[in-house]
Structure formats: C-alpha cells, structure tokens
C-alpha cells in the first residue's frame, strides 16, 4: 500500500514540476518578446529621421540580435512603434512597444510620464510620495500653486 502512495505522490510532484517548468518557459518568451520590442522602438525612434526603411532595418537587427523578429515596426515622424516575436520551448508571444523623443509631451494627468502634472501629493513613482525639497520630474507639479522644481516647465 505504501509504494501506491508513493508512485502517487511522485505522479503528482511530476506533474507540478512540469507546470512550473512550463510557466517559466512562458514567462521567459514574454521577457524576451518585450526586451526586444523596448529595444527595436529605441533603435528605430533614435534613426527615424534617417526614413523608414533605415529605421526599420536597424530595429530588425537589434531584434535579431535579441533572438526575436520584428512582425510590424511604424515611424511616423521621431515616433516609432515595433512588434517583436519571441519563442521558448512551446511559447511564442508577440509584444508592442513605442519610442520617441524623450521630452515629447503624454497625455495629462498620467503618473511617471514626464510632462504631465501629477496629482497633489504623488510622485512620478507609483507608491512614492514626494518628500517636500526634491523637485519631481521637470514639467510636473508637487501641489497646485507650487514652484516649479529646478528645470521644469512654470
């Protein structure tokens, strides 16, 4: 009876490896996919101005270079948006991702994107208020009425 116990318990603890494994393998190909695709926008924004076909061709070499494929890469003026596919073991998984000029404006009101006016009270890190004296990004606000911190927008 014993060693139906334990052919049971080595089932189950082979079963769970396995998904563990697998999960890990997953989690592996989306972590490349999106270090990848970070990488490819940042190429292809940084020569956009070079015209499409070079930027494009530069973000799919950096993506080659990563292991991956570019699927779409777009260029619309200093902006660049580039889809990368990355595989592991069973796995593939697609992931986006968007370049540009680090100063452009985003939209309002969106923490952690410089540019934009934070909340009262909150920082450009999710979770982290602001300490009074350290300035917040440049262009953001730590309180309506507040100086701007040192190199920011008034």
């Given amino acids: 009876m014993a060693s139906v116990w334990v052919a049971i318990a080595a089932t189950v603890f082979c079963a769970v490896f396995a998904a563990v494994l697998a999960m890990g393998q997953a989690v592996v190909a989306r972590h490349r996919a999106g270090g990848a695709a970070d990488l490819a926008a940042l190429a ?43 595989g592991a073991g069973p796995y593939t998984v697609r992931a986006r991702s968007r370049a540009g000029p680090p100063d452009a404006p985003g939209p309002p009101g969106v923490p952690g994107i410089p540019g934009t006016q934070n909340a009262p009270g909150t920082s450009d890190t999710p979770g982290i208020p602001n300490t009074p004296g350290i300035p917040n990004a440049p262009g953001t606000l730590d309180a ?10 008034p």
């Fill in 44 to 86: 292809a924004a940084d020569h956009a101005l070079l015209g499409r076909g070079r930027a494009c061709g530069l973000a799919a070499k950096v993506a080659t270079a990563q292991r991956t494929r570019v699927l779409s890469c777009e260029v619309k003026g200093e902006f660049a948006e580039v889809t990368a596919e990355a």
């Fill in 144 to 153: 309506p009425g507040a100086p701007p911190a040192s190199g920011g927008a």
